[in-house]
């Protein structure tokens, strides 16, 4: 039977069931480690990449502790956005579709951008579990429409995140209306140094697991650098989008405003797309989300917002405008793609200015393919552009790539590009110029006077 692996985690029943209806045979390795001490009430860091099943490794435990007979809240899970809360509440009511009626566990999602007062209304009864932001949560606390103070669990996900994004205090105003006998289970990538004083707040000797992932990105990504040349970046990026098919996409900016720029781009060319970022209204992100749910969306530009901890399933390309400044994020974009065995392709758009970023992605373990796409088609690169890591050329010979173009003259061949000059060059110059007569003028003033 299916599922069989988790039985000696002595769960209750209805939680093996759930597993078998959803094809879980064996557990991942944060779920080997970390789900025996969570049952335990021993507090817990699971420190790991996206996709690692960190999910399951705190849900399963808490359903498993928690007592239906007593209606009051038992757990509390925050997540940093309202995405990843309502991802995390999705896979709760799958697991909580299989528990008997009269012993039901009752959950509610209680996220930003939705009707405050209406929420409160909908805690008449308390739920067992809570699961939301950390913002909503403690203004529902504070309106005493949500009564955390009987809850013993806690969860933080995407802590780091969390701090990132300037959260931890609230969650910390969470915490100490808590339970005094709280466990507190932490999971994130990483673990900052300034994280560590409000671990040690309330973590009593907390077991920390740490699960390295065995490739820094999927073995089945293939992660093409594209070089810009001399195009424009926003009309490429629509080229670029035009010549795949995919089932469905993400380009991933830097910025929103990048985003709103590069989504409007692909729709004046025609093609199905939405974006998702912070600069839009939490209903609005929530619609562009069951879009993408729903297959009805083909291209999503986004910020990193979707690149933590969201699982959109389906994703068979990425793009990256850009890269991110903090690597970290270049791996969890491209986490989006090839999941559970699939295959994926991460485009890159490449400029001169990112070489530092590619050499340090390739030391931890990325390689990159290099290709150019000229006239509609793919063109892969025998050399890496210039700039790019590769075979050092010895001294006094030159490499032509698509970077370097050809400087003959001759008979068809490709004449030397022009240099671009810097914006303002003429009228510096012909400031310049005009320097440069006024001071004749006065040389030519004094040798008058002197022969006269």
Known sequence: ?????????????????????????????????????????????????????????????????????????????????????????????????????????????LV???????????????????????????????????????????????????????????????????????????????IPEKLQPFLRKYMNDPRHVH???KHVTATKIEHRIVPLRHRDKLSFVVELAQSINPYLAIVFTNTKEQADEVADAMLEAGLN??????????????????????????????????ARGIDVKGVTHIINYGIP??????????????RAGAEGIAYTLYELSDQQAIEKLTKRGITFTFYDFKKGEWQKL?????????????????IKTAMTPSTSTG?????AKPKRVKPGYKKKERFKQAKEAQRQRRIASRTKKKDS
């Open 211 to 213: 699960v390295e992932p």
């Open 325 to 338: 400044k903090d690597l970290d994020f270049y791996i969890h974009r491209v986490g989006r793609t090839a």
């Open 1 to 109: 039977m299916i599922a069989n692996n988790f039985k000696r985690f002595e769960l209750k029943p209805f939680l093996i069931e759930a597993l078998s209806a959803q094809g879980f045979s064996l557990p991942t390795e944060i779920q080997e480690r970390l789900i025996p001490a969570i049952r335990n009430g021993k507090d817990v860091i699971g420190q790991s990449q996206t996709g690692t099943g960190k999910t399951l490794s705190f849900l399963l435990p808490i359903l498993d502790r928690i007592d239906h007979k007593i209606d009051e809240v038992q757990a509390v899970i925050t997540a940093p956005t309202r995405e990843l809360a309502s991802q995390i509440f999705d896979e709760l009511k799958k697991l909580l579709e299989h528990c008997p009626e009269d012993k039901m566990i009752q959950a509610k999602l």
């Open 411 to 415: 008979s068809g061949k490709a004449k």
């Open 112 to 190: 930003g951008g939705t009707d405050r007062v209406r929420s409160a209304d909908k805690l008449k009864v308390q739920p067992h579990i809570v699961v939301g932001t950390a913002g909503r949560i403690g203004d529902l606390m504070e309106d005493q429409a949500l009564k955390v103070y009987t809850a013993a669990m806690l969860v933080v996900d995407e802590a780091d995140q969390m701090l990132d994004m300037g959260f931890i205090a609230d969650v910390d105003k969470v915490a100490s209306r808590m339970a005094e006998n709280l466990q507190m289970m932490v999971f994130s990538a990483t």
């Open 382 to 398: 025998d050399k890496p552009p210039l700039g790019v890591p590769g075979k050092r050329r010895p001294k006094g010979t030159t």
């Open 273 to 306: 797309v939405d974006r998702l970022h912070g600069g839009l209204q939490p209903r609005q992100r929530k619609q562009v989300m069951k879009q993408v749910k729903e297959v009805k969306v083909q291209f999503l530009v986004a910020t990193d917002l979707a």
